[in-house]
DNA sequence: GCGCGGAATATGTGATAACAAAATTCGGAC
DNA sequence: GTCCGAATTTTGTTATCACATATTCCGCGC
């Protein structure tokens, strides 16, 4: 099977494991609560035991998946008090980035961000839920990585994972803004003109909207994880 | 019901090795670029290889260490840039963590910071820098643990073991304060008069000084770990 | 002396097996 | 019918093995 003898093709298994659990988590594939095993897992991926092992313990690592009773690892069950530390957290730190983005960003990355976001309304206004989740996470991804700051880069991606498993509450989420009005556009615009501050602002409001709105959700996503 | 069920004795091997590790890049007993062989350190544990994979791979996830080449693992080399930033978070977040926990504190609390800090000193007046440095790092985790933000805990306990290969260059540095001067010493009065503001701007002032110290010798650090 | 190439060695990866602990099932006593 | 305990099954952990690739080393030719 070298259709791709030494390109990108073959990445350890374990790496694509990883890739592909982040994913999926992402994708709310997995409820809050909801333990992972490993053979179920081996078996689907048609790997052996190992990889799927270091995947997980990868994971938990990264608090994306949390270790229960010493062994096995299950999807984190937030409770009220951490949801809010990670939307804090993520107030602080996104919006530290898009800071830092707005005084490096150039008009093309500017651009970039817009084609994202207007992707991201599109699906919204199609109703294709799971891609505009998916866009809007490219979106705050891509600003953070405007910040050219590495380690801030990590952290953030480890805070949006935590709220992965969540994400599935938003399927059904009304619109958050007109979209004339999303801070998506006044962070675009905070780009293009150099303002740090109104990026800052206008990336925190917009994830405070979100986890307001999450923690509204957050009681019904718990009962249904206890199933 | 047993009292300890699996209390002390059979942790998971795989666990006692990511902690061992930990405490070793703390001690600064690895170079940064160093590369770190699977069998080696199995042979020095006294276990098989697939343990220390384990524990190899949480340190890549918690940036620890570095993957090279796609295959091993290494203490990486920070760059000017990079040990930068962490500082930076380091003063952004422990910054905000002091603040949260000034909020909480109780007095009892403060009195266990206080005798933390009274041990450090104890052993930076002797000569002992190991021990000092060991009795700093828990200065900080017990401030961080106050604010009883355990997502932003293990957030800083990465950023501090991302600096830990560095901190065998403290061990000629210079005394960074006059004992009485030093900022712990304006934290642990923060706790006690519950005052945020000044719990931060101490905490983010003693990280600040030890920022400087070490990169002014980051220069010197990275051409021994040429070698 | 220098560079090159191939062999020997070192090193990491993934699969499998043996084992231990936990969860589940089943059967019998009441 | 219910509850308790033993047997069975499930599940995770570690060690070992086979293999692929990277690295080192040595000898040969120039």
Redesign the interface.
């Known amino acids: 099977m070298d259709a791709e003898p030494r390109a990108e093709g073959h990445?350890?298994v374990?790496?694509r494991v990883h890739h592909w659990l982040r994913t999926e988590l992402m994708r709310s594939r997995f409820r809050p609560g909801e333990k992972l095993k490993l053979r179920t897992l081996a078996e689907e991926l048609g790997v052996s035991l190992?990889p799927v092992?270091?995947a997980l313990?990868?994971?938990?690592?990264?608090?994306a998946l949390e270790q229960i009773d010493?062994r096995s690892a299950r999807v984190p069950v937030l409770s009220d008090e951490?949801l809010r530390?990670?939307c804090e957290?993520r107030i602080?730190?996104e919006g530290?980035a898009a800071e830092r983005a707005a005084e490096r960003a150039s008009s093309a990355d500017a651009d970039r961000l817009a084609a994202i976001h207007a992707r991201m309304t599109e699906a919204r206004l199609e109703g294709r839920m799971q891609d505009m989740m998916i866009e809007n996470e490219r979106f705050h991804m891509a600003t953070c990585a405007l910040a050219d700051?590495?380690?801030?880069l990590?952290?953030v991606e480890?805070?949006w994972l935590?709220c992965g498993p969540l994400n599935f509450a938003l399927k059904q989420m009304r619109f958050l803004h007109k979209p004339e009005e999303h801070p998506h556009n006044a962070v675009i615009r905070a780009m293009r003109e150099r303002d740090p501050t109104l990026a800052r602002l206008a990336m925190q409001r917009d994830i405070a909207v979100y986890s307001d709105a999450l923690l509204r959700r957050l009681p019904e996503i718990n009962v249904t994880a206890r199933a």
Chains 1, 2 share one sequence.
């Open positions: 990445e350890r374990a790496i190992t092992r270091e313990a990868r994971l938990v690592s990264e608090n010493h951490r530390e990670v957290l602080d730190l530290k700051m590495p380690v801030l990590r952290i480890g805070l935590q």
